[in-house]
């Protein structure tokens, strides 16, 4: 990522900071948060360093922050992927978050519109995430936003650890 993409854009009070290692402890702080919301706390088991080290390597995953007259409101964290069928990549978002006292301003649906500009940017053919299907205000989001449900895969799953 160079060093122009890591700026600040502002749109209006909106705007947008991609996360570097030194702000792992803030990522995790979001993925907190998401946990509690999905009801998954036991679930996240990441720490600082591993997410320094992520969003230090060179292809590692990105995060993305929205903001509200400067301060972190929002975040998606997201990798690249690629389709062998569309011979191109595309972006997979692994966890957006709105902080809730912002839901409904704006900031999620100008996070997600950054977020198909990044995948815009890279060439990319699409993007891609899973929601829980209990989650109905996420799934109305998506749809709203242009989002469509895939109901013909199964996704599977095999712990490595």
């Known amino acids: ?12 009070n909106i705007g947008f900071r991609y996360a570097k290692g030194k702000d792992a402890g803030l990522v995790l702080e979001f993925l907190k948060r998401l946990s509690e919301y999905e009801k998954a706390e036991e679930h996240l088991v990441s720490t600082p360093e591993l997410l320094q080290e992520e969003l230090e390597r060179d292809n590692g995953a ?19 992927n690629f389709s062998g069928y569309l011979g191109r990549a ?17 900031y999620g649906r100008a996070l997600f519109e950054e977020l198909k500009k990044e ?23 998506y749809r709203k936003n242009g989002g469509q449900l895939m109901d013909t895969f199964a996704t599977y799953r095999l712990p490595l650890e």
């Not at 990522?1 to 209006?12: C, D, F, R, S, Y």
């Not at 995948?119 to 209990?134: D, I, P, Q, S, Y």
Request: hydrophobic content about 50%; charged content about 25%.
């Open 119 to 141: 995948a815009a940017r890279m060439g990319g053919a699409r993007m891609e995430w899973l929601c829980l299907t209990w989650n109905t205000p996420s799934m109305e989001f």
């Open 90 to 106: 595309g972006i997979f978002i692994d966890a957006l978050l709105v902080l809730e006292e912002y839901r409904g301003k704006g």
């Open 62 to 80: 990105k995060a993305l922050f929205v903001l509200a007259d400067g301060k972190e409101v929002g975040m998606a964290l997201f990798f690249r």
């Open 1 to 12: 990522m160079t060093e122009e993409k890591a700026q600040i854009k502002n749109h209006g």
